[in-house]
């Protein structure tokens, strides 16, 4: 079945990027979203934004500014980079698969199993 | 935007009691409500779609309800498995969002 990981830098300073990528196997990234959802400690779960098979993107209007979203097919990975990160950015990082189609996209399953991303210099 | 009220935010319960999880929206979203299930330390599981559709391998004591703006989450003979964070999420339209998670823990 398919199965995502995450993976990157554990500790980002203040006001650089926060770069992270999602590895997808058991499956392709065709005809699918793939999304990225991050939960502060002790918080609940925050929409971050999704990019699709073609690279088409939607994120969270609180975050547009700051985040951009690429995929690589050939790779099987997708990717998240987040700048002018603060300490509110500080959470676990999921990444996941939008179930539907790419025009339709619904509920999130799988998920990756989570990093944890800290801001601290 | 479309925001997403869950309570309890917090509820106590004993193995064998049932219990309900509410998520009311600021708008219809007909059934497109999902609810997952998380556990300390793990990535969130989903458990229902569309409202009410039980995903493969979840017992049939989850049950999801309602549409438009009130849905539930109702739990029936409490397991000691079932004692997690829940979400609701909308996936009516982006951008997505989750409820503020219901947290069950033993009475």
């Known amino acids: ?121 | 935007v479309i925001w997403v009220t869950q309570s309890p935010p917090l509820l106590s319960a004993s193995t064998g009691d049932t219990v309900t999880i509410s998520c009311r929206m600021s708008q219809g979203i007909t059934s497109y409500i999902a609810w997952y299930q998380q556990k300390s330390g793990k990535a969130p599981k989903l458990l229902i779609s569309v409202g009410s559709n039980l995903q493969s391998g979840v017992p049939p004591r989850f049950r999801g309800s309602g549409s438009g703006t009130d849905f539930t989450l109702t739990i029936s003979d409490l397991q000691s498995e079932d004692f997690a964070t829940y979400y609701c999420q909308q996936y009516y339209s982006f951008p997505y969002s989750f409820g503020q998670g219901t947290k069950l823990e033993i009475k």
């Open chain 1, 1 to 121: 079945q398919v199965q995502l990981q995450e993976s990157g830098p554990g500790l980002v300073k203040p006001s650089e990027t926060l770069s992270l990528t999602c590895t997808v196997s058991g499956g392709s990234l065709t005809n699918f979203c793939w999304a990225w959802i991050r939960q502060p400690p002790g918080k609940g779960l925050e929409y971050i934004g999704y990019v699709d098979d073609s690279g088409r993107t939607n994120y969270d209007p609180s975050l547009r500014r700051r985040v951009s979203l690429s995929v690589d097919t050939s790779k099987s990975q997708f990717s998240l980079k987040l700048t002018s990160v603060t300490a509110a950015d500080t959470a676990i990082y999921f990444c996941a698969r939008l179930s539907g189609e790419a025009s339709r996209p619904e509920w999130f399953d799988p998920w990756g199993q989570g990093t944890l991303v800290t801001v601290s210099s």
